[in-house]
């Protein structure tokens, strides 16, 4: 305990606030921006009584802006000077159906890859009990670290984590979770190293106690960039779009008809009697109508398509698929036909482009702050992009035929469990029709044996 006591004292020395804060006067008490709704300028200016290197600080003053915005039902933004960018929220964002539908499914492909300790090419069993269940607690499992590690390195390009207690060989066991929009990272002035500050905690933490993953920066750059940072623009057009066919039938400003009367001294009380009766008539039912001979109705169409910025919305649908990086396909979106063949290069084309990028940097992250030397940690792609039965079957007789691998290790290249089979473990001649793949027919060539298939029970 007093090594630790010793080790915090020396890091509070070492890692302090790179920005300090002075009393503010009482005329400079109410919060930038005014005390009520903060405006989109007040999160661009440090605070009252803030002076150094605001840049961490300013990270923190903006967040809190932007959440009063949330609770007060504000949301700001307009056209300026940069351009239209408007304020959009991550809960309005995930409004956007295509975006919420486009993390689902990372999110649920992700879940399906199981995370693995590695030492060289061997797969530890058991692994590591932070590589098992990253971030333990009741009612939680691996995949509620995963979805909430996709969730936040999509929305704001990064992930943090306490590293939670060490165990006896000086490993952190755990990770603790932390909202990602309370904490805030810059660079010590005198050590030039990271330090965190939590939002309501005084003290800063150097980088060794932060798991922290960021994805999309540049060069000397400690946070990373996700999509609301950068792309609320292109969210924001989704929205407004969203917002305004769901208003036509409600709100729409095109009425159902023209009711038109030939008396000439028609008057605005005999008018508004003819429009209610009208209305009482053909409301809430098809029942032919009765009018006289002086009237006559004349029905508007309007071209539904078109009044609710179909195109327009199919095409917003689009450019958040490809912000996340998710074929159109996979969200149901209409594009070009696709055939089983080229859909299946594609999502394994989706797998080792977009879900690794994701995955990559989380790998190498454990691996170095939670991992002995010499391990690493692995999400097995080979779960989810695995062939099928007949191709894993002819691979596993072809090698097994060939002496490269083990009848066990073949079994379960095919699928099936390790223990089992014949009760001979050399390969047998196969009662069935050869194979047809040139690597199964020179690999029973060079054995002088006819081609083989794997034998089960």
């Known amino acids: 305990m007093g090594r630790d006591r010793s080790r915090t004292s020396l890091v509070a020395r070492m890692a302090r606030l790179p920005w300090s804060r002075k009393p503010a006067p009482a005329s400079q008490s109410a919060p930038v921006g005014g005390a009520g709704i903060p405006n989109a300028f007040g999160a661009m200016v440090p605070g009252p009584g803030v002076e150094g290197d605001t840049e961490g600080f300013l990270e923190l003053w903006r967040r809190r802006a932007e959440q009063q ?19 959009v929220s991550e809960w309005s964002a995930r409004q956007v159906p295509a975006l919420t539908a486009g993390m689902r499914l990372i999110s649920g492909i992700c879940m399906q890859l199981p995370l693995r300790q590695k030492r060289g090419d061997v797969v530890l069993e058991p692994p590591a009990t932070i590589i098992s269940d990253p971030t333990p607690g009741p009612n939680r499992c691996l995949a509620d670290f995963v979805d909430e590690y996709v969730s936040d390195v999509l929305l704001y390009g990064n992930y943090c984590a306490l590293l939670g207690p060490l165990d006896s060989t000086g490993w952190p066991t755990c990770l603790i979770p932390l909202d ?61 779009a969203d917002a305004y066919a769901g208003r036509y039938f409600t709100e729409s400003a095109v009425p159902s008809g023209v009711i038109s009367d030939t008396r000439p001294n028609l008057t605005q009380a005999q008018a508004d009697e ?43 649908a689009q450019t958040v698929a490809m912000i996340l990086g998710v074929p159109a396909f996979l ?23 977009t879900i690794l990028r994701l995955l990559r940097p989380l790998e190498q992250q454990l691996t170095a702050q939670c991992l002995p030397r010499g391990n690493s940690a692995e999400f097995w792609t080979g779960a989810l992009l695995r062939a099928d039965t007949a191709t894993r079957a002819q691979a596993a007789s072809v090698l097994y035929g060939a002496e490269i691998i083990t009848l066990e290790e073949a079994r379960t290249l095919a699928g099936f469990p390790a223990a089992g089979g014949p009760e001979e473990s050399t390969p047998k001649p196969a009662t069935g029709a050869p194979l047809t793949n040139p690597a199964a027919a020179g690999a029973a060539d060079e054995l002088d044996a006819p081609p083989l298939h794997l034998v089960g029970r």
Do not use: C
């Open 180 to 240: 990602v929009t309370s904490v805030s990272v810059a660079r010590d002035p005198e050590s030039w190293l990271p330090v965190y500050a939590l939002e309501g905690v005084d003290e800063t933490l150097p980088a060794d106690r932060i798991f922290h993953v960021a994805i999309d920066k540049r060069s000397g750059e400690l946070r990373g960039r996700g999509v609301l940072p950068t792309l609320t623009g292109a969210i924001g057009a989704a929205l407004a």
């Open 69 to 87: 915005s949330i609770d007060s039902g504000y949301y700001g933004g307009g056209v300026g000077a940069m351009g239209w960018a408007p304020y």
């Open 274 to 316: 003819l429009k209610a009766k009208w209305i009482a008539a053909v409301s809430g039912t098809r029942a032919p109508v009765v009018i006289p001979s002086s009237t006559t109705f004349v029905p508007l169409a309007t071209d539904a398509d078109k009044a609710q910025l179909v195109q327009a919305r199919q095409w917003d």
């Open 331 to 353: 969200l149901s979106i209409e594009t070009q036909r696709h055939t089983y063949t080229n859909a299946e290069t594609e999502f394994g084309r989706f797998v080792s482009t």
